[in-house]
């Protein structure tokens, strides 16, 4: 079993504008309206062409199986540490549970390392259960929590 990996290229958009939403209408929590979030992700998108962050494809054949967005950063400024942050990772759900997740994320790990990163960071959604299994799996574990409110709930 492998997978083709690859750097979008500029041709990749209409493609990454399309299964983009359909990462986020599984979310489950409310994302707001994924209209809204076409100028931020066409200027992810943007990064990524620009070598600022990493958005890959993993295809079986020429079958689109998933994607990754990625990057590489220093601990701060001017550090000679730096981390990967995994911003976001999905497998279409025909090809879920094949291996190909594992496959991904670990060609994603790869790069990081290769980037110089020492550690890896994502999220997962409180409601998640299989996603954090999943990345359990592969090694990760809860660090930190991160903490929400709407600013409009804040008693003063």
């Not at 997978?3 to 979310?27: C, G, H, K, M, N």
């Not at 670990?106 to 890896?120: S, T």
């Amino acid at each position: 079993m492998s997978l083709t990996i690859r750097p979008v290229t500029a041709s990749d958009w209409p493609t990454f504008a399309q299964i983009y939403p359909a990462y986020i209408a599984e979310l489950p929590t409310e994302s707001g309206d994924t209209d809204d979030m076409m100028p931020w992700l066409r200027s992810q998108f943007d990064l990524a062409l620009q070598g600022q962050r990493y958005i890959w494809f993993a295809y079986d054949g020429e079958r689109l199986v998933g994607s990754t967005m990625f990057a590489v950063f220093e601990n701060f400024p001017g550090s000679s540490n730096k981390f990967g942050i995994l911003m976001d990772f999905y497998i279409v759900p025909q090809a879920r549970r094949q291996g190909w997740g594992q496959e991904l994320a670990r060609a994603a790990f790869a790069k990081m390392r290769a980037e110089g990163a020492d550690n890896v960071e994502l999220n997962v959604l409180l409601e998640n259960h299989r996603g954090l299994a999943f990345w359990e799996s592969l090694g990760l574990h809860t660090h930190h929590h991160v903490l929400k409110m709407p600013l409009q709930d804040v008693k003063e």
